[in-house]
């Protein structure tokens, strides 16, 4: 089956023309007239994935493995030293950025995973009605998740509006209409700036709420890549940090 074909499906569920200006989804590595036997899907590249995967393959991912242009492939860094392995292994590279987070993720992540009803979606922010303490919702949150630790800023007893972004999304705070913000990635200043306008923060993780990226897009592709005598692969990366 040739890439294009496989890009031309993934175009029509999550149009790629729908990602940021600054973002680098699409095809980053190989060309659309080859010709791939298996489909691993991913969070990310890691090691591990790139050791061990299969000539010929394509690897969908949600992270781009460039944002900004090359101005020099030395073999020194993550980006250009994963490009080595992927050009001697002929292995292509699709990526699935903030198109999906616009077209799926955001919703199948407060939904499926947090068991929240979303009542509105604004591009990037799903919100949702809940009523509860904060300290109960806190706990939900963490324990749905499998939060290795929590990181919050409490301005509520009670939360009754909540408004989530996978990922890193406090760049969108500005825009949040809710009691309780649900991201991750929350710097100090952020917490300072979310606090003096009274809304709650719970820090849902950068790896933690992407990594069902995975699952998703899987559910999504597998019957029609089967269809095609493709395998699809779940390959889903390792979270780089470690807690104590």
Same mark, same amino acid.
């Given at each position: 089956?040739?890439?294009?074909?496989?890009?031309?499906?993934?175009?029509?569920i999550? =149009?790629?023309? #729908?990602q940021?200006?600054?973002?680098?989804?699409g095809l #980053?590595v190989?060309?659309?007239?080859?010709e791939?036997?298996?489909?691993?899907i991913?969070?990310?590249?890691?090691?591990?994935?790139?050791?061990?995967?299969?000539?010929?393959?394509?690897?969908?991912?949600?992270? =781009?493995?460039?944002?900004? =242009?090359l101005?020099?492939?030395?073999?020194?860094?993550?980006?250009?030293?994963?490009?080595?392995?992927?050009?001697?292994?002929n292995?292509?590279?699709?990526?699935?950025?903030?198109?999906?987070d616009?077209?799926?993720?955001?919703?199948?992540?407060?939904k499926?995973?947090?068991?929240?009803?979303p009542?509105?979606?604004?591009?990037?922010?799903?919100?949702?009605n809940?009523e509860?303490s904060?300290?109960?919702?806190?706990?939900?949150?963490?324990?749905?998740?499998?939060?290795?630790?929590?990181?919050y800023?409490?301005?509520h007893?009670?939360i009754?509006?909540?408004? #989530?972004?996978?990922?890193?999304?406090?760049?969108?705070l500005n825009?949040v209409?809710?009691?309780c913000?649900?991201?991750?990635?929350?710097?100090?200043?952020?917490?300072?700036?979310?606090k003096?306008?009274?809304?709650?923060?719970?820090?849902?993780?950068?790896?933690?709420?992407?990594?069902?990226?995975?699952?998703?897009l899987f559910?999504?592709?597998n019957?029609?890549?089967?269809k095609?005598?493709?395998?699809?692969?779940?390959?889903?990366s390792?979270? =780089?940090?470690?807690?104590?």
């Open positions: 089956m040739k890439i294009k074909e496989i890009y031309g499906f993934l175009n029509e999550s =149009p790629f023309d #729908l940021e200006n600054w973002d680098n989804s #980053l190989g060309n659309e007239e080859d791939i036997q298996k489909v691993h991913s969070l990310d590249l890691d090691d591990e994935l790139l050791e061990n995967i299969e000539e010929n393959s394509l690897i969908i991912t949600h992270h =781009p493995l460039i944002f900004s =242009p101005r020099r492939v030395n073999f020194d860094s993550f980006s250009t030293k994963s490009l080595r392995i992927l050009i001697q292994k292995i292509a590279l699709i990526c699935m950025h903030t198109n999906f616009k077209t799926h993720l955001n919703a199948y992540v407060a499926e995973i947090l068991g929240l009803e009542v509105s979606k604004d591009e990037y922010i799903c919100y949702a809940v509860s904060f300290e109960n919702f806190l706990e939900q949150m963490s324990s749905k998740l499998q939060l290795e630790y929590k990181k800023v409490q301005c007893k009670t009754k509006s909540v408004a #989530l972004v996978t990922g890193a999304g406090m760049s969108l825009e209409k809710a009691d913000f649900l991201t991750g990635d929350i710097k100090y200043h952020d917490a300072i700036e979310a003096s306008r009274g809304i709650s923060l719970i820090d849902i993780g950068h790896y933690e709420s992407e990594k069902h990226f995975s699952t998703l559910g999504i592709c019957n029609y890549l089967k095609n005598k493709i395998q699809a692969i779940m390959s889903n390792k979270n =780089p940090f470690m807690f104590h």
